[in-house]
């Protein structure tokens, strides 16, 4: 932990340790966004949400607790080199390497969705029945995305082939390619734009084994999350993405993540927010 505790973090989200001491939680964030096809910005991503977080209060209306029964640090970002891709990937599966084996849970901030990928190798490690449940606008199960494999376009179908497909819950999905929605149908469980409605029957499949929630923030409706880099229509509202967040607070839990949040397309900083609020009760719902 020596090493997390060596990172330089100038803000900390609302409520963290000073010190990495006896947290339960660990927060990295992740400036990482070189493979997206659309928009960049997301790099910005973790910035934003520590800078919103301080609008918020500790205490959750909701779930009725407060982030000051949570022990968890804010590590700050990563200083992942600009343009290497793939030395960004192994210092991200380092950093949660660092923390799983120190016995605590990862929650990664991206940054592009390709930042999840390197977080599942290693908490799949650890937890080898992982599962995954995946809430997103896109299906990111293509092998490769003009030449490339490594694109937060094929992040899941990366962690698919690594943890067998049906241990991944697709929710939300309404964009991807002829090719992904057929491979979807024989290898994941896949939801095409179903969200609160699929959720119950995914929580019971999971049961008790550890789970892995991966959120890209446009899962959301652009009227809802407009500071992202690839914006699709027909996505569900924030209420919706919070009432799943709560359905799924008695699964274990073991490691989190939220991407593709992009400042600069924010008007009046609204992902954001919805962002740092999905992190604080992210936060409240993990500390067990």
């Not at 997301?42 to 205490?59: C, K, M």
């Not at 923390?99 to 390197?118: N, T």
């Not at 067998?164 to 896949?190: C, F, H, P």
């Given at each position: 932990?020596?090493?997390?505790?060596?990172?330089?973090?100038?803000?900390r989200?609302l409520?963290?340790?000073?010190?990495?001491?006896?947290a339960?939680?660990?927060?990295?964030?992740?400036?990482?966004?070189?493979?997206v096809?659309?928009?960049?910005?997301s790099?910005?991503?973790?910035e934003?949400?520590?800078?919103?977080?301080y609008?918020?209060?500790?205490?959750?209306?909701?779930?009725?607790?407060?982030?000051?029964?949570?022990?968890?640090?804010?590590?700050?970002?990563?200083?992942?080199?600009?343009?290497?891709?793939?030395?960004?990937?192994?210092?991200?599966?380092?950093?949660?390497?660092?923390?799983?084996?120190?016995?605590?849970?990862?929650?990664?901030?991206?940054?592009?969705?390709?930042?999840?990928?390197?977080?599942?190798?290693?908490?799949?490690?650890?937890?080898?029945?992982?599962?995954?449940?995946?809430?997103?606008?896109?299906?990111?199960l293509?092998?490769?995305?003009?030449?490339?494999?490594?694109?937060?376009?094929?992040?899941?179908?990366?962690?698919?082939r690594?943890l067998?497909?049906?241990?991944?819950?697709?929710?939300?999905?309404?964009?991807?390619?002829?090719?992904?929605?057929?491979?979807?149908r024989?290898?994941?469980?896949?939801?095409?734009?179903?969200?609160?409605?699929?959720?119950?029957?995914?929580?019971?499949?999971?049961?008790?084994?550890?789970?892995?929630?991966?959120?890209d923030?446009?899962?959301l409706?652009?009227?809802?999350?407009?500071?992202?880099g690839?914006?699709?229509?027909?996505?569900?509202?924030?209420?919706?993405?919070?009432?799943?967040?709560?359905?799924?607070?008695?699964?274990?839990?073991?490691?989190?993540?939220?991407?593709?949040?992009?400042?600069?397309?924010d008007?009046?900083?609204?992902?954001?927010?919805?962002?740092?609020?999905?992190?604080?009760?992210?936060?409240?719902?993990?500390?067990?």
């Amino acid at each position: 932990m020596d090493r997390l505790a060596e990172m330089t973090a100038t803000l900390r989200f609302l409520g963290s340790q000073e010190t990495p001491e006896g947290a339960k939680i660990i927060i990295v964030g992740a400036p990482m966004d070189f493979t997206v096809s659309y928009r960049p910005g997301s790099r910005f991503g973790p910035e934003g949400i520590r800078n919103i977080s301080y609008g918020l209060e500790e205490f959750s209306f909701e779930l009725e607790k407060t982030l000051d029964d949570v022990r968890f640090f804010d590590a700050g970002d990563l200083e992942v080199p600009y343009g290497n891709v793939q030395r960004s990937l192994d210092m991200i599966e380092e950093a949660a390497e660092i923390i799983l084996k120190a016995g605590k849970k990862p929650i990664f901030l991206g940054g592009e969705h390709l930042i999840s990928w390197p977080v599942i190798k290693a908490v799949h490690r650890q937890y080898p029945d992982l599962s995954v449940i995946h809430f997103d606008a896109h299906a990111d199960l293509r092998e490769e995305y003009w030449g490339e494999t490594n694109s937060h376009a094929t992040v899941i179908g990366h962690a698919a082939r690594l943890l067998g497909g049906k241990n991944i819950y697709q929710l939300g999905i309404r964009s991807g390619s002829v090719e992904e929605l057929a491979w979807a149908r024989e290898n994941t469980n896949l939801y095409r734009a179903k969200v609160i409605e699929a959720l119950p029957e995914v929580i019971e499949a999971v049961g008790n084994r550890p789970v892995y929630i991966t959120i890209d923030i446009d899962v959301l409706d652009p009227a809802f999350a407009p500071g992202t880099g690839t914006p699709e229509a027909g996505g569900i509202s924030s209420r919706e993405m919070m009432e799943s967040l709560y359905m799924m607070k008695d699964l274990n839990i073991v490691g989190f993540d939220i991407v593709e949040v992009a400042p600069d397309y924010d008007i009046g900083k609204t992902t954001a927010f919805v962002a740092g609020k999905l992190l604080r009760e992210a936060l409240l719902i993990m500390n067990k």
